[in-house]
């Protein structure tokens, strides 16, 4: 008998270029984001933030902010509301003690935001400053093994005997890979509109997870889950920065219940963002590769150190790519952490794969050049036939074809290898190529309703759009799923008063809320068949997928970048980018396209533009803004071009889908490097890659 | 200090009074409830705030609400005719030239205003030829829209949507410009 949870839907609106749902009011604006939503009478919250990275605050001056005109109320450690929480990033004036420089030591609320941000500028804050320590390097003493790293993987895990490898094969290669600071950056800051009655707060919040974050919440004040509604049909861009709630939220909560029946608005400010809304930790990366001269790997190892902050640890699972991309007998992987007084790392877009796909692709096309075989060649040698990891074969694994695809799109079989021998009117030109991964994830604790509601199909369910098209391809989902026309379905989503949905992230969303959706499909055509009456309705929840005891499920793609340098100024372009993805059955070609575009723009800018300068002197960020923290720009792109293979895993859930929200910035920075390399015959190791580190070359 | 001001929006008039402090994008949005500009910095470094202020794009958020007195403001929701979108918005549409939306108001703005600027013969820093007026490439679009961030990477798909936006521009003023020559003809 076939299991529910991934009986496959005939696919008819799935795999339909169907245009957004929301596209009209987003390109008129009309969409209104959480800063926006409607509200009689606002008052306007802004943030004192301490300027000390480590001490305490002794005392605060709040009479001047108070006796400003339009001032509601200050609020600092000495008299914030209670809250029951041991999350030290959340636990906010909670404590007179600083933990890292900008965090939050008052607010002040007025009626108006001129008002409010002139009160904050009022507050005085005198501290005892402590010695601060901010550096994240390889030698520290200090270095510990968390527990865990992000989400529950292994930190360590080691296969066969790495050093015995290492000892004995034709071809070492040991070398050290970096990867910067980045901040998420979403266009969109952290924004909330709170409003308390008395009895129930409603936030309108921008997040990636409405019941996620009203759990919190509900915790953090000590009140029942019916009596917090979250509120957020549009996401201005996450990237897993708005996965889990941040200062802002609990602030802006804790604000409206301080002036009961007033909307109470906060933003970050772009700066402030560099402080309090997560981040990625830089990594430094050990890699090393033992082969034999067919190129076939014996060994391969990473050891990773990274940083956490004091305040609250997070362990990015950079290590985990190299346990199961390659076959090789002999593994061994691990992860150490500096805990520094910085704020507190989190989520960006594929934590784990994105920076630890770095090192291994650069190491491989250092060992492709090292041995003189081909960088595509070498991967398909090492494909593995199971989850080295695991053991267990693969639901499929497509990455070979996609190198192939790729290989052959690209024009790779006229590369001469020989790096720093193309020169075209005073630019170096060369290519590369990269491998990207990401595992396919099911969350728990996804509820979908099926209503009949004048002659349409109304799906409620509290999953989110974050511009991944949310609106629109569970719409597609329901629609094969009831088999009926997408046009008769209507979505709800983004709101605690639909049932539960976990958070928009690990590329989760279609894989979590359409296996809900579809199970509510099948509840509601069993009891209802074909002609449903007005009212109709039905629930249904995701379930465990029992083949994941059976399989390992993944995406796999292939990067190929043309990259150009320019011979007297080191000025680094990409022409063109190719991805070829295996992610099972794409549900919408049109936002599919977008994201894996999306992807390696991201990708591309975290390769040449991005990273966050941390001040070792103040522990701050101080290219705290979009003029100084480069992110690509329009002018940076030329082409871009994503594809993917027609791939049918009948194991992963009804849709035959995988996430691809992430996958594409898995692999693109290794592939520029990589073609930098190839132009230049400079190997680039530690990211961005600026002309700093090849002119010095490049002169000779 | 407030002062009192007179603006246009979207075609509508408005008389205000603000802030001397307040910004051109905080009393459209604080004040008028106008929230299609978006804030994404508040200091002229993303584009997500760009409307058109007699047809020309300007950053609302590096405006002083009290220096726009009489001004005439566009914003993205002005651009559709009701429900039926403005031919960069129908472009955008089309191309899939966004994902969380939230630059794009500012974008659609920047499109249009960069429509006007080609058609004008204006020139860009990627100009090669000032003698000349600029085509509407790819390199020369993607430059003019390099002041709108977009962090979601829709940028190639952008590009695509106002070429799309500047042909369909082209073939129009084509037309009437034949329209015209046929009419005297007539005459």
């Not at chain 1, 985990?320 to 790392?345: I, Q």
């Not at chain 1, 809900?516 to 449903?532: D, I, L, Q």
Request: charged letters at 20%; a negative charge.
């Amino acid at each position: 008998m076939t299991d529910p949870s991934t009986e496959q839907l005939r696919p008819v609106a799935i795999g339909s270029d169907l245009e957004r749902r929301d596209g009209f009011p987003k390109v008129t604006g009309t969409a209104r984001y959480a800063y926006e939503s409607e509200a009689a009478s606002p008052a306007y919250c802004r943030l004192v933030q301490s300027t000390v990275a480590r001490g305490r605050v002794d005392s605060v001056d709040t009479a001047a902010a108070e006796a400003l005109d339009g001032v509601l109320l200050v609020r600092t450690a000495f008299d914030a509301e209670s809250l029951e929480t041991d999350d030290g990033e959340l636990a906010v004036l909670q404590s007179r003690e600083v933990a890292f420089r900008g965090q939050v030591v008052g607010m002040v609320v007025a009626d108006t935001a001129e008002a409010a941000l002139r009160g904050a500028d009022l507050v005085e804050v005198a501290y005892s400053p402590a010695p601060h320590d901010v550096v994240l390097r390889t030698g520290r003493g200090d270095l510990y093994a968390p527990e865990k790293v992000n989400p529950s993987f292994e930190t360590d895990t080691s296969d066969g005997d790495i050093d015995e490898a290492v000892a004995t094969a034709t071809a070492v290669l040991d070398r050290t890979y970096t990867t910067a600071m980045y901040h998420n950056n979403p266009l969109e800051p952290h924004a909330t509109t709170a409003y308390w009655d008395g009895e129930a707060l409603t936030v309108w919040d921008s997040t990636q997870g409405v019941h996620p974050t009203r759990a919190v919440l509900a915790d953090l004040f000590g009140l029942d889950r019916e009596r917090v509604r979250v509120v957020c049909p549009y996401v201005g861009g996450g990237f897993g920065s708005k996965g889990e709630p941040h200062v802002h939220v609990v602030l802006a909560a804790m604000a409206a219940r301080a002036v009961p029946g007033r909307h109470v608005r906060l933003a970050f400010t772009r700066q402030q963002m560099f402080a309090l809304a997560g981040y990625r930790t830089p990594t430094i990366q050990r890699m090393r590769l033992a082969a034999d001269q067919s190129g076939r790997l014996a060994g391969i190892a990473i050891d990773v150190v990274e940083q956490t902050a004091k305040v609250k640890e997070f362990a990015e699972q950079t290590g985990v790519p190299t346990r199961m991309m390659y076959a090789a007998p002999h593994r061994s992987t691990t992860h150490r952490l500096a805990a520094l007084d910085v704020p507190a790392p989190s989520w960006m877009r594929a934590p784990g794969e994105c920076p630890g796909m770095f090192g291994p692709e650069v190491a491989m096309d250092e060992l492709a050049e090292e041995l003189g075989i081909d960088p595509v060649e070498l991967r398909v040698r090492n494909e593995p036939e199971v989850d080295p990891e695991s053991g267990l074969p693969w639901s499929s694994r497509n990455l070979v074809a996609c190198l192939r695809e790729g290989a052959d799109r690209f024009g790779w079989a006229d590369r001469d290898p020989r790096p720093g021998l193309r020169e075209e009117d005073g630019w170096l030109v060369g290519t590369g190529v990269a491998s990207s991964v990401y595992p396919v994830n099911r969350m728990a604790d996804s509820t979908a309703t099926i209503r009949r509601e004048q002659g349409r199909y109304v799906v409620e369910i509290g999953a989110a759009d974050l511009g991944t098209g949310t609106w629109t391809t569970l719409a597609q989902i329901a629609a094969d799923a009831l088999e009926v026309d997408v046009a008769e379905v209507t979505m709800r989503i983004g709101d605690t008063a639909y049932p539960i949905a976990s958070v928009a992230g690990g590329s989760s969303g279609m894989t979590t809320w359409g296996s809900a959706v579809v199970n509510a499909a099948r509840a509601f055509r069993e009891k209802f068949g074909p002609e449903p009456p007005e009212d109709a309705e039905a629930q249904g929840s995701t379930e465990d997928n029992p083949a994941t005891e059976r399989f390992a499920m993944y995406a796999f793609g292939a990067q190929f970048a043309q990259a150009r340098v320019n011979r007297d100024t080191g000025e680094v372009r990409v022409p063109r980018l190719l991805g070829v993805f295996a992610a099972g059955r794409i549900i919408n070609p049109r936002t599919a396209r977008s994201q894996l575009i999306g992807g390696m723009t991201m990708g591309l800018s975290m390769a040449l533009h991005e990273q966050s300068v941390l001040d070792p002197r103040f522990g701050h960020v101080v290219n705290h803004d979009l003029a100084e923290y480069h992110i690509a720009t329009c002018a940076d792109v030329a082409e871009i071009e994503a594809r993917w293979l027609e791939e049918h895993d009948p194991h992963v859930n009804p849709m035959g889908s995988k996430g691809i929200g992430e996958i594409g910035i898995v692999g693109t920075a290794a592939a520029v490097a990589n073609a930098v390399h190839h132009a230049t015959g400079v190997r680039v190791r530690n990211l961005p890659i600026t002309l700093d580190k090849l002119l010095p070359a490049l002169a000779g | 200090m407030d002062t009192a001001i007179t603006l246009g929006v979207d075609g509508e008039v408005y008389r205000l009074t603000v802030d001397t402090r307040t910004t051109l994008l905080d009393a459209l949005r604080e004040q008028l409830d106008v929230t299609s500009p978006k804030k994404g910095c508040d200091h002229g470094q993303c584009g997500a705030c760009t409307v058109l202020v007699g047809g020309r794009r300007v950053l609302a958020c590096l405006v002083l609400a009290g220096t726009a007195d009489g001004a005439e403001v566009t914003t993205a929701a002005g651009l559709a005719d009701g429900d039926s979108p403005h031919p960069v918005q129908r472009a955008f549409l089309d191309n899939d030239a966004f994902q969380c939306g939230y630059c794009t108001p500012g974008q659609v703005c920047s499109a249009a205003g960069v429509l006007d600027e080609l058609a004008a013969g204006w020139p860009s820093n990627v100009t090669a030829d000032l003698t000349t007026e600029p085509a509407a490439s790819r390199a020369e679009i993607a430059e003019r829209m390099a002041g709108n961030l977009c962090r979601c990477g829709a940028y190639v798909n952008i590009v695509a949507a106002v070429e799309q936006a500047v042909e369909q521009a082209t073939e129009q003023a084509t037309e009437q410009a034949a329209e015209q020559t046929a009419g005297q003809a007539r005459r």
